[in-house]
């Protein structure tokens, strides 16, 4: 934990730079190693998102860093969903019913770019592009390079190494190969793969369908979804089964069968999709997993954050943003002066592992829920209510949704256990038709709603408990 | 799904000999290779736990295969729990209310030999030893094996290549390694490890505790279990965290720690473990994982089944059951004639995944549980009356416990989410005193408690279907 000590962050992505950034202002001195080449220097993001969700847990992280006001100038701000049916038509439904809650659409290059910018204007900050990291000798604190400019191989030794690689991270690989201690690990796929379309601008350079939305085709066991992009464009993306269905990637080999595909199910999508030809020929499919693994560090020699510790799937739009809140949760730790790097990471995890275990399995959950939207009306009832509680009872109805993505002082795992039982106690209000589910309530009607919903929400909570669940 | 198909199995443990037995018995030609030297002829027990608890859904496997009469001419029957406190006073608890429900203990080596004995009878099974498999090309379905005996490498190639072959499994790395499909895998380590010790026969060659339970000294963060084995000694296991609490496994490192630790915590059980230093020094400490992944099979080429599937921690019990449970299933899949093996694979998992993801939860559940028994009264209060209920009301209350363990029609699954909802209920019932917890209850006031059991447990699974749970 002295300031002189050598840190090494494998990975400049969007956690690892914004690492480096806070490690850099509190007075470390920090060498980073990128696998890739600049991304401000060349496009690379072919097979990753182009654009992600960044909300209230991101937003503290960069604050922290001095970064919110920049990357706010990158955001394209969406209020709700807009639901797109087979017919062409619409339904928005927001994320919030109180005023000044909503998600944004950001470029992941772009803000990449500004916090590497950032990080590099520190002189006690290196990044280290083309170098790929093929493994780390955990026992010693060597990782091992390949340059991908000149082809050699490079050796670096540190005091501390950080793994911020990603979903693949080379050095939770090294936990597993080296086995120097017992390792919890998970990989856990979807049955669903996605793959990125383009809906460019129009002539004008505008966005041919209302950027204020993220927009959502869902179809049950498949969806389309887009977000919206600063030069007019949308980045869409098709979440489908690899094998199952009528549809699959599997057999969606031939245009005629993508076309037919599209005409059928997204028509409206379709005319906005000039090149869906190419496109779904030529990008990637992606697999949907989810990675848990523990413990993270390795003694007093390295630490696994973001996705390389946690890597979830897309569905709560909070991938980012659990990432860049390890940064926050991680700062905090430093703050407490702890005698060595050893206890520093015993003490993360501690307070962390529960919250990104929670985040994960919220994920999951919404795969789920988004397909029951489409068939359920109570949940649909329940959304309805919920709009009208948080309208009308701004500071004492919170949905899970809410809790999750715009409440930033309650861990993951907290908006979890308190969203889940708040959902079991409407769903089950509504079947028994125990509350109202009019459309049009009086605040005092609706204040009997909150209430029962209170009462029952607490009772759930009461048994788990006692149930030691 | 050819009777001349080269079946190839990996691995001649329970699983393995069990599952050749019931192949050789339809008919099909099996070729069985094992890494270890045949039990039958060589003393290889060391490491591994010595006996095991054969119960209902064990014995339903034996039956199918010939075998349960067998088997029981070598178990020792166990009517419940002994606990054996600090002071050494010792409280018994059944297994279950009725008459005839109680589990087995049983030595590992001797039942694994009988099942090997009975496959060999059959001239369509070759069981090949100290073939350790090294890694499976399931591409072309060929495994790379190492001869232990005179250290050549050789290559078999089958039709179906069956891995039963551990939690360790070699089949199961492969299809890690070969990456030709999306693997979802969990290997989870509590923070417990194991380490075995004995009790040995009195000088008659007797128990020197009772041999009809299953004894345990519950300490909260750490037990000890003995099994009674038929030779007059008990098989005793401590369950011990590697590095938390005042005693653990990395700080029990001298003779006089070690006498200390049983000295204050199990004097009792000190006095009858005679070379305790030596076997606490000399005898392996084992971790404690749960194993699972998805899918099983690979095309119509392999499949993984038994430990190798899905391994368990101890504390249910169940381990053994569920695999020979793999084969009743199994089998009930090959009965339905589908059309050729890759069919049967897929059909298999899809009934058979959900009960060994269940049991695997099932078991850590009660890993918390044991430890909760000791600290929390209104545990205790429920088995109580949850005794009372299964002696009274014997085709109509079953508990947790005796869903899983005594009811072999159910599904682990099944068991499951009525036990839980069920503890649930009661603890949560007993909480609210809801219902009388009297020590001497009428039959009539305890058919008032069966009665808000069952209502109870019925509203929680109606609500939790509800939430979608």
Same mark, same amino acid.
Request: proline letters at 7%; glycine letters at 6%.
């Given at each position: 934990m002295n300031k002189k000590d050598n840190i090494v962050i494998i990975g400049a992505g969007l956690c690892g730079s914004l690492l480096a950034l806070r490690l850099a202002q509190r007075g470390y001195k920090v060498e980073v190693y990128e696998s890739r080449p600049d991304l401000r220097k060349v496009d690379i993001s072919a097979g990753r998102s182009i654009n992600l969700a960044l909300s209230d847990r991101g937003l503290k992280a960069l604050r922290l860093c001095g970064m919110e006001e920049k990357a706010k100038e990158i955001c394209i701000p969406m209020y709700g969903r807009l639901m797109h049916d087979k017919a062409g038509n619409t339904f928005a439904s927001n994320y919030s019913g109180r005023e000044g809650e909503y998600i944004n659409s950001i470029s992941r290059g772009d803000l990449n770019a500004i916090l590497l910018d950032e990080a590099e204007k520190h002189e006690n900050v290196n990044i280290h592009f083309n170098s790929g990291c093929k493994k780390v000798d955990i026992e010693n604190k060597v990782a091992h390079f390949k340059s991908y400019e000149t082809g050699e191989k490079f050796k670096v030794k540190g005091d501390v190494i950080f793994g911020t690689d990603g979903a693949g991270s080379s050095l939770r690989k090294s936990y597993i190969s080296e086995r120097k201690f017992l390792f919890s690990y998970s990989q856990n796929y979807l049955n669903h793969g996605y793959k990125e379309l383009e /809906?460019?601008? &129009? &002539?004008?350079?505008?966005? @041919? /369908? +209302? $950027?204020?939305?993220l927009h959502i085709w869902p179809r049950g066991d498949f969806m389309l979804i887009a977000l919206p992009n600063m030069d007019g464009s949308f980045t869409v993306t098709l979440f489908l089964s690899y094998d199952e269905g009528e549809y699959n990637f599997n057999n969606l080999t031939s245009t005629k069968k993508i076309t037919a595909f599209f005409e059928k199910e997204f028509p409206d999508a379709l005319t906005l999709i000039p090149n869906i030809k190419e496109e779904f020929a030529n990008n990637p499919t992606g697999p949907l997993g989810t990675v848990k693994c +523990?413990?993270? +560090?390795? @003694? $007093?020699k390295t630490l696994l954050m973001g996705d390389a510790a946690h890597a979830i799937v897309p569905f709560y739009g909070q991938g980012m943003n659990a990432s860049f809140e390890d940064v926050v949760v991680f700062d905090a730790i430093l703050n407490q002066n702890l005698e060595n790097w050893d206890a520093v990471f015993k003490a993360y995890e501690k307070v962390r592992k529960k919250d990104t275990d929670a985040i994960a399995d919220l994920a999951i959950d919404n795969f789920y829920e988004m397909r029951d939207h489409v068939a359920n009306p109570l949940f649909k009832e329940k959304r309805k209510i919920e709009m009208d509680l948080? $309208?009308?009872f701004s500071n004492q109805y919170f949905s899970k949704y809410s809790l999750v993505t715009f409440n930033e002082e309650i861990g993951y795992n907290e908006a979890m256990k308190r969203g889940r039982a708040q959902d079991k106690a409407l769903l089950n209000? /509504?079947?028994?038709k125990n509350i109202s589910t009019s459309l049009e309530m009086s605040k005092k009607e609706l204040e009997i709603v909150l209430n029962k919903v209170k009462e029952e929400t607490e009772k759930i909570l009461k048994e788990d408990k006692i149930a030691g669940l």
């Open positions: /809906i460019p601008a &129009d &002539d004008s350079g505008n966005h @041919q /369908i +209302s $950027k204020g939305h +523990s413990p993270w +560090s390795y @003694q $007093k948080e $309208k009308h209000l /509504i079947a028994d």
